[in-house]
Protein backbone atom coordinates (compact mmCIF):
# COMPACT_ATOMS: atom_id res chain seq x y z
CA UNK A 1 0.00 0.00 0.00
CA UNK A 2 1.52 3.25 -1.02
CA UNK A 3 2.81 5.30 1.74
CA UNK A 4 2.26 2.58 4.37
CA UNK A 5 5.10 0.20 5.91
CA UNK A 6 3.70 -3.42 6.71
CA UNK A 7 2.34 -4.38 10.15
CA UNK A 8 1.59 -7.67 12.07
CA UNK A 9 1.82 -11.08 9.81
CA UNK A 10 2.83 -9.11 6.27
CA UNK A 11 5.71 -7.32 8.46
CA UNK A 12 7.47 -10.19 9.60
CA UNK A 13 6.72 -12.49 6.06
CA UNK A 14 8.50 -9.11 4.69
CA UNK A 15 11.31 -9.25 7.12
CA UNK A 16 12.12 -12.57 6.47
CA UNK A 17 11.58 -12.54 2.52
CA UNK A 18 14.30 -9.67 2.78
CA UNK A 19 16.39 -11.66 5.06
CA UNK A 20 16.46 -15.21 2.71
CA UNK A 21 20.00 -14.46 0.64
CA UNK A 22 22.52 -12.40 1.92
CA UNK A 23 22.42 -8.44 2.17
CA UNK A 24 26.44 -7.57 1.57
CA UNK A 25 28.54 -9.07 4.16
CA UNK A 26 24.81 -9.73 6.40
CA UNK A 27 24.40 -13.33 5.85
CA UNK A 28 20.77 -15.14 4.55
CA UNK A 29 18.97 -15.67 8.16
CA UNK A 30 18.18 -19.33 6.71
CA UNK A 31 21.77 -19.85 6.40
CA UNK A 32 22.57 -19.06 9.92
CA UNK A 33 19.44 -21.35 11.37
CA UNK A 34 21.07 -24.39 8.53
CA UNK A 35 24.05 -24.39 10.30
CA UNK A 36 22.60 -24.89 13.75
CA UNK A 37 21.14 -28.04 12.16
CA UNK A 38 24.63 -29.37 10.40
CA UNK A 39 23.65 -28.30 6.88
CA UNK A 40 23.39 -25.50 3.83
CA UNK A 41 19.83 -24.58 2.16
CA UNK A 42 21.60 -26.04 -1.18
CA UNK A 43 21.51 -29.29 0.86
CA UNK A 44 17.87 -28.99 2.06
CA UNK A 45 17.11 -27.46 -1.51
CA UNK A 46 18.06 -30.39 -2.77
CA UNK A 47 17.45 -33.66 -0.82
CA UNK A 48 14.07 -32.22 0.00
CA UNK A 49 12.83 -35.62 0.14
CA UNK A 50 15.27 -37.62 1.73
CA UNK A 51 15.81 -38.06 5.60
CA UNK A 52 18.58 -35.81 7.99
CA UNK A 53 20.88 -38.03 9.18
CA UNK A 54 21.45 -36.58 12.31
CA UNK A 55 17.42 -35.37 13.06
CA UNK A 56 15.48 -38.57 11.36
CA UNK A 57 13.45 -35.93 9.65
CA UNK A 58 13.52 -35.24 5.89
CA UNK A 59 15.03 -32.02 4.60
CA UNK A 60 11.86 -30.37 3.65
CA UNK A 61 10.34 -30.57 6.83
CA UNK A 62 13.66 -28.98 8.37
CA UNK A 63 12.76 -26.28 6.31
CA UNK A 64 9.92 -26.05 7.83
CA UNK A 65 10.94 -25.80 11.23
CA UNK A 66 13.62 -23.38 10.17
CA UNK A 67 11.16 -20.97 9.12
CA UNK A 68 8.70 -21.60 12.10
CA UNK A 69 12.13 -20.88 14.82
CA UNK A 70 13.12 -17.39 12.22
CA UNK A 71 9.80 -16.53 12.39
CA UNK A 72 8.53 -16.73 15.80
CA UNK A 73 11.87 -14.98 16.75
CA UNK A 74 11.28 -12.06 14.50
CA UNK A 75 7.54 -11.69 16.23
CA UNK A 76 10.01 -11.42 19.84
CA UNK A 77 11.49 -8.59 18.40
CA UNK A 78 8.13 -7.19 17.28
CA UNK A 79 6.78 -7.62 20.30
CA UNK A 80 9.43 -5.47 22.04
CA UNK A 81 8.78 -2.97 19.16
CA UNK A 82 12.54 -3.82 17.48
CA UNK A 83 14.10 -2.61 20.90
CA UNK A 84 17.24 -4.12 22.30
CA UNK A 85 15.16 -5.31 24.99
CA UNK A 86 13.39 -7.36 22.03
CA UNK A 87 17.27 -8.53 20.58
CA UNK A 88 17.70 -10.04 24.71
CA UNK A 89 14.47 -11.66 25.05
CA UNK A 90 14.82 -13.41 21.38
CA UNK A 91 18.60 -14.74 22.37
CA UNK A 92 17.06 -16.36 25.93
CA UNK A 93 14.74 -18.54 23.57
CA UNK A 94 15.44 -22.19 23.66
CA UNK A 95 15.95 -22.86 19.95
CA UNK A 96 18.98 -20.19 20.46
CA UNK A 97 20.16 -20.26 24.14
CA UNK A 98 21.29 -23.73 24.01
CA UNK A 99 23.89 -23.66 21.06
CA UNK A 100 27.66 -23.29 20.88
CA UNK A 101 28.46 -19.15 21.51
CA UNK A 102 30.11 -18.93 18.00
CA UNK A 103 26.57 -19.35 16.25
CA UNK A 104 24.97 -17.25 19.01
CA UNK A 105 26.97 -14.13 17.80
CA UNK A 106 25.90 -14.89 14.64
CA UNK A 107 22.46 -14.58 14.94
CA UNK A 108 23.21 -11.62 17.83
CA UNK A 109 24.31 -10.08 14.36
CA UNK A 110 21.62 -10.52 12.05
CA UNK A 111 19.20 -9.13 15.30
CA UNK A 112 21.15 -5.95 15.33
CA UNK A 113 20.91 -5.52 11.89
CA UNK A 114 17.43 -6.26 11.76
CA UNK A 115 16.37 -3.60 14.74
CA UNK A 116 18.92 -1.05 14.05
CA UNK A 117 19.08 -0.81 10.35
CA UNK A 118 16.36 -3.14 8.38
CA UNK A 119 13.50 -1.74 10.10
CA UNK A 120 14.29 1.59 10.57
CA UNK A 121 14.69 1.80 6.42
CA UNK A 122 10.99 -0.36 6.13
CA UNK A 123 9.78 2.34 8.62
CA UNK A 124 10.53 5.35 6.41
CA UNK A 125 7.58 3.78 3.79
CA UNK A 126 5.80 6.73 4.84
CA UNK A 127 8.09 8.82 2.65
CA UNK A 128 6.72 7.71 -0.17
CA UNK A 129 3.93 9.68 -0.25
CA UNK A 130 5.83 12.61 0.96
CA UNK A 131 7.90 12.13 -1.94
CA UNK A 132 5.26 12.07 -4.61
CA UNK A 133 3.58 15.40 -3.11
CA UNK A 134 6.83 16.79 -3.74
CA UNK A 135 7.34 15.83 -7.11
CA UNK A 136 4.32 16.99 -7.87
CA UNK A 137 4.91 20.26 -6.35
CA UNK A 138 8.32 20.30 -8.27
CA UNK A 139 10.10 20.22 -5.29
CA UNK A 140 13.50 17.92 -4.88
CA UNK A 141 13.22 14.35 -4.11
CA UNK A 142 16.20 12.60 -2.80
CA UNK A 143 17.96 9.76 -5.39
CA UNK A 144 18.33 6.65 -4.86
CA UNK A 145 19.59 3.29 -6.52
CA UNK A 146 17.19 0.74 -8.55
CA UNK A 147 16.77 -2.80 -7.66
CA UNK A 148 14.89 -5.43 -5.86
CA UNK A 149 15.40 -5.30 -2.04
CA UNK A 150 13.99 -8.69 -1.92
CA UNK A 151 17.42 -10.11 -4.02
CA UNK A 152 19.77 -8.50 -1.42
CA UNK A 153 19.12 -5.09 -2.02
CA UNK A 154 17.72 -3.86 1.74
CA UNK A 155 20.32 -1.26 1.20
CA UNK A 156 17.85 0.15 -1.69
CA UNK A 157 15.83 1.01 1.09
CA UNK A 158 13.83 3.13 1.60
CA UNK A 159 11.35 3.51 -1.23
CA UNK A 160 9.92 6.30 -2.53
CA UNK A 161 13.34 7.65 -3.82
CA UNK A 162 14.06 8.87 -7.45
CA UNK A 163 15.83 6.23 -8.03
CA UNK A 164 18.39 5.95 -10.85
CA UNK A 165 20.07 2.61 -12.82
CA UNK A 166 23.56 2.58 -13.86
CA UNK A 167 25.69 3.69 -16.11
CA UNK A 168 24.72 0.73 -19.30
CA UNK A 169 28.45 1.38 -20.24
CA UNK A 170 29.29 -1.19 -17.80
CA UNK A 171 26.77 -3.70 -19.11
CA UNK A 172 27.03 -6.72 -18.35
CA UNK A 173 29.31 -6.59 -14.94
CA UNK A 174 31.27 -9.40 -14.27
CA UNK A 175 28.73 -10.84 -11.75
CA UNK A 176 26.08 -10.57 -14.30
CA UNK A 177 28.78 -12.30 -16.92
CA UNK A 178 28.91 -15.78 -14.62
CA UNK A 179 25.02 -15.41 -14.08
CA UNK A 180 24.61 -15.09 -17.74
CA UNK A 181 27.06 -18.32 -18.22
CA UNK A 182 25.05 -20.10 -15.86
CA UNK A 183 21.42 -19.06 -17.18
CA UNK A 184 22.59 -20.59 -20.51
CA UNK A 185 24.46 -23.59 -19.48
CA UNK A 186 20.87 -24.74 -17.92
CA UNK A 187 19.28 -23.50 -21.66
CA UNK A 188 21.19 -25.65 -23.60
CA UNK A 189 21.49 -28.79 -21.02
CA UNK A 190 17.29 -28.60 -21.34
CA UNK A 191 17.41 -28.72 -24.63
CA UNK A 192 20.48 -31.14 -24.99
CA UNK A 193 17.72 -33.47 -22.25
CA UNK A 194 14.96 -33.09 -24.27
CA UNK A 195 16.43 -33.23 -28.49
CA UNK A 196 19.89 -34.72 -28.23
CA UNK A 197 21.58 -32.04 -30.11
CA UNK A 198 22.56 -28.33 -29.76
CA UNK A 199 19.99 -25.69 -30.22
CA UNK A 200 21.29 -23.88 -33.44
CA UNK A 201 18.66 -20.41 -33.26
CA UNK A 202 17.36 -19.14 -29.70
CA UNK A 203 15.15 -16.16 -29.39
CA UNK A 204 15.36 -14.09 -26.11
CA UNK A 205 13.08 -11.26 -25.02
CA UNK A 206 15.20 -8.20 -23.43
CA UNK A 207 13.67 -5.58 -21.04
CA UNK A 208 15.52 -2.46 -19.61
CA UNK A 209 14.29 -2.59 -16.02
CA UNK A 210 15.37 -6.23 -15.40
CA UNK A 211 18.88 -5.88 -16.98
CA UNK A 212 19.27 -2.73 -14.90
CA UNK A 213 18.70 -5.10 -12.32
CA UNK A 214 21.15 -7.59 -12.29
CA UNK A 215 23.69 -5.43 -14.08
CA UNK A 216 23.09 -7.67 -17.24
CA UNK A 217 21.94 -10.69 -16.91
CA UNK A 218 20.44 -11.25 -20.50
CA UNK A 219 23.12 -9.71 -21.90
CA UNK A 220 25.63 -12.19 -20.89
CA UNK A 221 23.64 -14.95 -21.69
CA UNK A 222 23.40 -13.50 -25.37
CA UNK A 223 26.87 -13.00 -25.74
CA UNK A 224 27.72 -16.59 -23.77
CA UNK A 225 25.27 -18.17 -26.25
CA UNK A 226 27.75 -16.90 -29.29
CA UNK A 227 30.81 -17.76 -27.64
CA UNK A 228 32.29 -14.13 -27.19
CA UNK A 229 33.41 -12.58 -23.99
CA UNK A 230 33.16 -8.85 -22.52
CA UNK A 231 36.42 -7.06 -21.79
CA UNK A 232 35.96 -4.68 -19.12
CA UNK A 233 38.48 -1.63 -18.98
CA UNK A 234 40.79 -1.37 -16.16
CA UNK A 235 39.58 1.96 -13.97
CA UNK A 236 36.03 2.49 -15.49
CA UNK A 237 35.41 -1.29 -16.11
CA UNK A 238 33.43 0.04 -19.60
CA UNK A 239 32.84 -2.98 -21.74
CA UNK A 240 33.79 -1.43 -25.03
CA UNK A 241 35.64 -4.30 -26.94
CA UNK A 242 34.96 -8.07 -26.94
CA UNK A 243 36.50 -11.30 -27.06
CA UNK A 244 36.24 -14.67 -28.92
CA UNK A 245 36.05 -17.34 -26.73
CA UNK A 246 37.93 -20.06 -28.30
CA UNK A 247 35.87 -23.28 -28.89
CA UNK A 248 38.52 -25.56 -26.99
CA UNK A 249 37.03 -23.56 -24.40
CA UNK A 250 33.78 -23.19 -24.98
CA UNK A 251 33.68 -26.76 -25.92
CA UNK A 252 30.01 -26.48 -27.64
CA UNK A 253 29.13 -24.84 -31.10
CA UNK A 254 28.39 -21.07 -31.19
CA UNK A 255 24.75 -20.24 -30.75
CA UNK A 256 22.76 -18.09 -33.19
CA UNK A 257 20.96 -15.68 -31.23
CA UNK A 258 18.00 -13.11 -32.12
CA UNK A 259 17.00 -10.73 -29.76
CA UNK A 260 13.87 -8.92 -29.22
CA UNK A 261 14.03 -5.92 -27.12
CA UNK A 262 11.75 -3.22 -25.79
CA UNK A 263 10.86 0.38 -26.69
CA UNK A 264 12.39 1.45 -23.20
CA UNK A 265 15.27 -1.60 -23.49
CA UNK A 266 16.31 0.65 -26.81
CA UNK A 267 15.83 3.76 -25.37
CA UNK A 268 18.07 3.69 -22.25
CA UNK A 269 20.79 1.24 -23.50
CA UNK A 270 21.27 2.13 -27.38
CA UNK A 271 25.39 1.28 -26.24
CA UNK A 272 24.19 -2.12 -25.44
CA UNK A 273 22.17 -2.41 -28.85
CA UNK A 274 25.76 -1.88 -30.41
CA UNK A 275 27.64 -4.07 -28.40
CA UNK A 276 25.07 -6.92 -29.47
CA UNK A 277 25.46 -6.46 -32.54
CA UNK A 278 28.99 -6.16 -32.65
CA UNK A 279 29.52 -9.44 -31.14
CA UNK A 280 26.98 -11.29 -34.45
CA UNK A 281 29.46 -9.77 -36.77
CA UNK A 282 32.69 -10.47 -34.69
CA UNK A 283 31.30 -14.70 -34.74
CA UNK A 284 30.33 -14.41 -38.15
CA UNK A 285 33.66 -13.24 -39.18
CA UNK A 286 35.40 -15.96 -37.45
CA UNK A 287 37.44 -18.79 -39.24
CA UNK A 288 35.75 -22.13 -38.52
CA UNK A 289 33.49 -24.70 -39.84
CA UNK A 290 29.67 -23.97 -39.69
CA UNK A 291 29.28 -27.11 -37.63
CA UNK A 292 30.87 -25.13 -34.94
CA UNK A 293 29.28 -21.65 -35.72
CA UNK A 294 25.73 -21.45 -36.25
CA UNK A 295 25.80 -18.06 -36.50
CA UNK A 296 28.44 -17.74 -39.60
CA UNK A 297 26.42 -21.20 -41.14
CA UNK A 298 23.17 -19.15 -40.73
CA UNK A 299 23.98 -15.87 -42.17
CA UNK A 300 26.21 -17.29 -45.09
CA UNK A 301 23.08 -19.32 -46.02
CA UNK A 302 21.08 -16.41 -45.95
CA UNK A 303 23.03 -13.98 -47.40
CA UNK A 304 23.69 -16.15 -50.46
CA UNK A 305 20.15 -16.36 -51.24
CA UNK A 306 19.92 -12.54 -50.84
CA UNK A 307 22.58 -12.22 -53.48
CA UNK A 308 20.83 -14.39 -55.83
CA UNK A 309 18.32 -11.93 -55.80
CA UNK A 310 20.45 -8.60 -56.76
CA UNK A 311 22.07 -7.93 -53.68
CA UNK A 312 25.38 -6.59 -53.51
CA UNK A 313 27.48 -9.28 -51.60
CA UNK A 314 28.10 -6.25 -48.66
CA UNK A 315 24.32 -5.52 -48.37
CA UNK A 316 23.09 -9.20 -48.36
CA UNK A 317 25.88 -9.81 -45.19
CA UNK A 318 24.86 -6.57 -43.54
CA UNK A 319 20.85 -7.94 -43.55
CA UNK A 320 21.29 -11.31 -43.22
CA UNK A 321 23.26 -9.82 -39.93
CA UNK A 322 20.89 -8.78 -37.96
CA UNK A 323 20.05 -10.23 -35.14
CA UNK A 324 18.30 -7.77 -32.93
CA UNK A 325 14.97 -6.31 -33.80
CA UNK A 326 11.93 -4.23 -32.04
CA UNK A 327 9.55 -1.46 -32.00
CA UNK A 328 10.14 1.33 -34.20
CA UNK A 329 12.20 4.30 -32.91
CA UNK A 330 9.39 6.30 -30.36
CA UNK A 331 7.12 3.82 -29.73
CA UNK A 332 6.47 0.95 -27.08
CA UNK A 333 4.79 -2.72 -26.82
CA UNK A 334 4.05 -5.72 -28.91
CA UNK A 335 0.82 -5.84 -29.56
CA UNK A 336 -0.31 -9.12 -28.74
CA UNK A 337 -2.05 -8.26 -25.45
CA UNK A 338 -4.00 -5.25 -27.09
CA UNK A 339 -5.35 -7.43 -29.99
CA UNK A 340 -5.96 -10.64 -27.36
CA UNK A 341 -7.75 -8.17 -25.02
CA UNK A 342 -10.27 -7.05 -28.01
CA UNK A 343 -11.08 -10.10 -29.37
CA UNK A 344 -10.43 -9.53 -32.59
CA UNK A 345 -8.30 -12.32 -33.49
CA UNK A 346 -9.08 -15.99 -35.16
CA UNK A 347 -6.12 -17.96 -34.70
CA UNK A 348 -2.32 -17.94 -33.69
CA UNK A 349 -1.29 -16.40 -37.43
CA UNK A 350 -3.74 -13.41 -36.22
CA UNK A 351 -1.06 -13.24 -33.25
CA UNK A 352 2.09 -13.80 -35.01
CA UNK A 353 1.40 -11.06 -37.86
CA UNK A 354 1.02 -8.43 -34.95
CA UNK A 355 4.40 -9.83 -33.04
CA UNK A 356 6.17 -9.31 -36.47
CA UNK A 357 4.48 -6.01 -37.25
CA UNK A 358 5.42 -4.40 -34.46
CA UNK A 359 8.61 -5.77 -33.63
CA UNK A 360 10.20 -6.06 -37.16
CA UNK A 361 12.60 -3.15 -36.67
CA UNK A 362 16.17 -3.71 -37.50
CA UNK A 363 18.69 -2.33 -35.09
CA UNK A 364 22.46 -2.25 -35.84
CA UNK A 365 25.12 -0.67 -37.08
CA UNK A 366 23.80 2.45 -39.08
CA UNK A 367 20.27 1.19 -38.55
CA UNK A 368 18.69 2.40 -36.33
CA UNK A 369 14.64 0.88 -36.80
CA UNK A 370 14.44 0.14 -40.32
CA UNK A 371 11.39 -1.76 -41.05
CA UNK A 372 12.22 -4.87 -42.03
CA UNK A 373 9.33 -7.27 -41.26
CA UNK A 374 10.90 -10.36 -43.45
CA UNK A 375 14.06 -10.58 -42.17
CA UNK A 376 12.41 -10.86 -38.95
CA UNK A 377 10.16 -13.39 -39.70
CA UNK A 378 12.58 -15.43 -41.36
CA UNK A 379 14.76 -15.38 -38.37
CA UNK A 380 11.39 -16.38 -36.29
CA UNK A 381 10.98 -19.05 -39.02
CA UNK A 382 14.40 -21.03 -37.31
CA UNK A 383 13.95 -20.40 -33.77
CA UNK A 384 14.44 -23.63 -31.33
CA UNK A 385 14.28 -21.91 -28.63
CA UNK A 386 12.98 -18.83 -26.77
CA UNK A 387 14.06 -16.99 -23.73
CA UNK A 388 12.91 -14.25 -21.27
CA UNK A 389 14.55 -14.11 -17.81
CA UNK A 390 13.59 -12.49 -14.66
CA UNK A 391 15.30 -11.28 -11.36
CA UNK A 392 12.80 -11.36 -8.68
CA UNK A 393 9.45 -12.44 -7.84
CA UNK A 394 7.72 -9.58 -6.94
CA UNK A 395 6.22 -9.37 -10.67
CA UNK A 396 5.54 -12.94 -12.36
CA UNK A 397 4.26 -13.75 -15.49
CA UNK A 398 1.01 -14.26 -14.67
CA UNK A 399 0.61 -10.46 -12.97
CA UNK A 400 1.15 -8.64 -15.98
CA UNK A 401 0.10 -9.13 -19.75
CA UNK A 402 3.55 -7.34 -21.00
CA UNK A 403 5.24 -10.86 -20.27
CA UNK A 404 2.74 -12.56 -22.37
CA UNK A 405 2.37 -9.60 -25.19
CA UNK A 406 6.37 -10.22 -25.60
CA UNK A 407 7.61 -13.55 -24.90
CA UNK A 408 4.22 -15.11 -25.46
CA UNK A 409 4.00 -13.27 -28.59
CA UNK A 410 7.16 -15.29 -29.69
CA UNK A 411 6.38 -18.22 -28.93
CA UNK A 412 2.79 -17.73 -30.67
CA UNK A 413 4.95 -16.64 -33.82
CA UNK A 414 7.17 -18.79 -33.77
CA UNK A 415 4.57 -21.89 -33.89
CA UNK A 416 2.53 -19.58 -36.66
CA UNK A 417 5.76 -19.21 -38.81
CA UNK A 418 7.63 -21.93 -38.46
CA UNK A 419 4.72 -24.59 -37.61
CA UNK A 420 5.85 -26.53 -34.84
CA UNK A 421 6.29 -25.49 -30.90
CA UNK A 422 9.61 -23.82 -29.72
CA UNK A 423 10.96 -25.21 -26.40
CA UNK A 424 10.46 -21.77 -23.99
CA UNK A 425 12.43 -20.90 -21.07
CA UNK A 426 11.77 -18.32 -18.43
CA UNK A 427 15.56 -17.82 -16.14
CA UNK A 428 14.37 -17.27 -12.92
CA UNK A 429 17.52 -15.31 -11.03
CA UNK A 430 15.66 -14.07 -8.23
CA UNK A 431 18.46 -16.14 -6.02
CA UNK A 432 21.74 -14.92 -7.53
CA UNK A 433 23.34 -17.97 -5.75
CA UNK A 434 20.82 -20.24 -7.52
CA UNK A 435 19.54 -19.06 -10.69
CA UNK A 436 17.03 -21.76 -12.12
CA UNK A 437 15.48 -22.03 -15.55
CA UNK A 438 12.18 -23.92 -15.93
CA UNK A 439 10.20 -24.66 -19.23
CA UNK A 440 7.09 -22.04 -19.47
CA UNK A 441 4.62 -24.04 -18.60
CA UNK A 442 6.64 -25.21 -15.67
CA UNK A 443 6.73 -21.88 -14.23
CA UNK A 444 3.20 -20.94 -14.97
CA UNK A 445 2.26 -24.05 -12.88
CA UNK A 446 4.64 -22.84 -10.05
CA UNK A 447 3.31 -19.53 -10.05
CA UNK A 448 -0.79 -20.87 -10.26
CA UNK A 449 -0.13 -23.35 -7.61
CA UNK A 450 1.65 -21.06 -5.55
CA UNK A 451 0.12 -17.49 -5.97
CA UNK A 452 -3.21 -17.85 -7.77
CA UNK A 453 -5.72 -20.46 -6.41
CA UNK A 454 -3.44 -20.24 -2.97
CA UNK A 455 -5.96 -19.39 -0.53
CA UNK A 456 -3.47 -16.83 1.35
CA UNK A 457 -3.01 -14.64 -2.35
CA UNK A 458 -7.36 -14.69 -2.44
CA UNK A 459 -7.51 -13.32 1.20
CA UNK A 460 -4.98 -10.92 1.15
CA UNK A 461 -6.95 -9.68 -2.57
CA UNK A 462 -9.76 -9.18 -0.40
CA UNK A 463 -8.23 -7.09 1.68
CA UNK A 464 -7.70 -4.73 -0.96
CA UNK A 465 -11.42 -4.13 -2.15
CA UNK A 466 -12.14 -2.97 -5.63
CA UNK A 467 -8.51 -3.28 -6.19
CA UNK A 468 -7.95 -6.73 -5.30
CA UNK A 469 -10.86 -7.85 -7.36
CA UNK A 470 -9.22 -5.74 -10.41
CA UNK A 471 -5.94 -7.82 -9.82
CA UNK A 472 -7.93 -11.11 -9.74
CA UNK A 473 -9.66 -10.50 -12.83
CA UNK A 474 -6.34 -9.94 -14.44
CA UNK A 475 -5.03 -13.04 -13.44
CA UNK A 476 -7.42 -14.83 -15.31
CA UNK A 477 -7.03 -12.58 -18.24
CA UNK A 478 -3.50 -12.86 -18.02
CA UNK A 479 -3.81 -16.80 -18.15
CA UNK A 480 -5.98 -17.27 -20.93
CA UNK A 481 -3.75 -15.08 -22.70
CA UNK A 482 -0.75 -17.02 -22.05
CA UNK A 483 -2.59 -20.16 -23.43
CA UNK A 484 -3.66 -18.63 -26.54
CA UNK A 485 -0.05 -17.73 -27.45
CA UNK A 486 1.93 -20.78 -25.55
CA UNK A 487 -0.69 -23.38 -24.31
CA UNK A 488 0.13 -22.97 -20.76
CA UNK A 489 -2.78 -23.90 -19.09
CA UNK A 490 -4.59 -27.26 -18.42
CA UNK A 491 -8.08 -28.20 -18.31
CA UNK A 492 -7.73 -28.37 -14.28
CA UNK A 493 -6.10 -24.88 -14.13
CA UNK A 494 -9.19 -23.72 -15.91
CA UNK A 495 -11.35 -25.64 -13.59
CA UNK A 496 -9.41 -23.95 -10.44
CA UNK A 497 -9.88 -20.36 -11.53
CA UNK A 498 -14.24 -20.98 -12.21
CA UNK A 499 -14.07 -22.92 -8.44
CA UNK A 500 -11.85 -20.36 -6.49
CA UNK A 501 -12.62 -17.02 -8.60
CA UNK A 502 -16.10 -17.14 -9.08
CA UNK A 503 -18.23 -19.97 -8.00
CA UNK A 504 -16.64 -19.56 -4.86
CA UNK A 505 -19.65 -18.10 -2.36
CA UNK A 506 -17.72 -16.33 -0.14
CA UNK A 507 -15.54 -14.69 -3.32
CA UNK A 508 -18.16 -14.23 -5.66
CA UNK A 509 -20.37 -11.99 -3.14
CA UNK A 510 -17.25 -9.77 -2.18
CA UNK A 511 -16.75 -9.12 -5.66
CA UNK A 512 -20.41 -8.26 -6.08
CA UNK A 513 -20.33 -5.85 -3.86
CA UNK A 514 -16.74 -4.87 -4.27
CA UNK A 515 -16.38 -4.87 -8.01
CA UNK A 516 -19.04 -6.79 -9.67
CA UNK A 517 -16.96 -5.68 -13.40
CA UNK A 518 -14.11 -7.50 -12.37
CA UNK A 519 -16.48 -10.82 -11.66
CA UNK A 520 -18.34 -10.06 -14.84
CA UNK A 521 -14.47 -10.09 -16.50
CA UNK A 522 -13.34 -13.29 -15.27
CA UNK A 523 -16.54 -14.83 -16.06
CA UNK A 524 -16.28 -13.82 -19.50
CA UNK A 525 -12.55 -14.31 -19.67
CA UNK A 526 -13.55 -18.53 -18.74
CA UNK A 527 -16.44 -19.02 -21.24
CA UNK A 528 -14.12 -17.54 -23.75
CA UNK A 529 -11.72 -19.96 -23.29
CA UNK A 530 -13.77 -22.82 -23.35
CA UNK A 531 -16.06 -20.69 -26.60
CA UNK A 532 -12.24 -20.93 -28.58
CA UNK A 533 -11.47 -24.48 -27.65
CA UNK A 534 -8.76 -24.21 -24.97
CA UNK A 535 -10.74 -25.66 -22.43
CA UNK A 536 -12.54 -28.76 -21.91
CA UNK A 537 -14.35 -27.75 -19.57
CA UNK A 538 -17.26 -29.81 -16.93
CA UNK A 539 -21.03 -29.54 -18.16
CA UNK A 540 -21.70 -28.58 -14.55
CA UNK A 541 -19.32 -25.81 -14.62
CA UNK A 542 -20.79 -24.22 -17.74
CA UNK A 543 -24.11 -24.03 -17.25
CA UNK A 544 -23.24 -22.28 -13.54
CA UNK A 545 -20.55 -19.88 -15.32
CA UNK A 546 -23.43 -18.88 -18.06
CA UNK A 547 -26.22 -18.19 -15.25
CA UNK A 548 -23.94 -16.28 -13.23
CA UNK A 549 -22.78 -14.25 -16.02
CA UNK A 550 -26.31 -13.50 -17.36
CA UNK A 551 -26.99 -12.41 -13.22
CA UNK A 552 -24.17 -10.18 -13.35
CA UNK A 553 -24.88 -8.69 -16.87
CA UNK A 554 -28.53 -8.09 -15.50
CA UNK A 555 -27.52 -6.63 -11.87
CA UNK A 556 -25.33 -4.31 -14.07
CA UNK A 557 -27.62 -3.20 -16.40
CA UNK A 558 -30.42 -2.34 -13.55
CA UNK A 559 -28.00 -0.10 -11.55
CA UNK A 560 -27.25 1.58 -15.05
CA UNK A 561 -30.94 2.62 -15.41
CA UNK A 562 -30.78 3.79 -11.83
CA UNK A 563 -28.99 6.23 -12.58
CA UNK A 564 -30.04 7.40 -15.61
Same mark, same amino acid.
Given at each position: ILGQAPQGEILIDEILQFLRLDNGEIPSIYEIWAEKYDTTVDEIIGNAGKLHPRFQITYSELMS???????????ILEAYDFGDEGIEKALLETCISEENESWKKKVAGILSYICHDLIQRLWKTAEEMDHIMDGLSSRYILPGPSGSPHTGGVNLLPSGRNFFGLDTRVLPTKAAWELGKR????????????????????????? @????MRSHGQCIAEFLYFM??????????????????IPLSELMRPRIDVT??? @?GLFRDTMPTV??????????????????????????ISEESSLMEKSGMTHEESWRNAAYRIFGDAPGTYGAGVSALLESRNWQTVDDLADVFVRWGGHAYGGAVKGEYSPELFR?????????????DNHETNMLSSDDYNAYHG??????????? @???? @?????????????????????????RMESINPKYINGMMNHGYKGASDMSKMVSVSFQW?????????????????????????????????????????????????RGLWNAKEKTMKELKNLYLSIEGELEGEGDDNV
Amino acid at each position: ILGQAPQGEILIDEILQFLRLDNGEIPSIYEIWAEKYDTTVDEIIGNAGKLHPRFQITYSELMSRIRNETKNIIKILEAYDFGDEGIEKALLETCISEENESWKKKVAGILSYICHDLIQRLWKTAEEMDHIMDGLSSRYILPGPSGSPHTGGVNLLPSGRNFFGLDTRVLPTKAAWELGKRLGNQVIEQYIADEGKYPENIGMVFW @SGSNMRSHGQCIAEFLYFMGIKPVWEKGSLQVKRLEVIPLSELMRPRIDVTARI @SGLFRDTMPTVVELLDKAVLLAADLNESEDDNYIKKHISEESSLMEKSGMTHEESWRNAAYRIFGDAPGTYGAGVSALLESRNWQTVDDLADVFVRWGGHAYGGAVKGEYSPELFRKRLSVMDVTVKNEDNHETNMLSSDDYNAYHGGMIAAVRSIRG @SVPH @SYAGDSADRLRPKVRTVQEEAKRIFRMESINPKYINGMMNHGYKGASDMSKMVSVSFQWDATSEVMEDWMYEKYAEKYALDEKVQDWMKRVNPWALQRITETLLEAEARGLWNAKEKTMKELKNLYLSIEGELEGEGDDNV
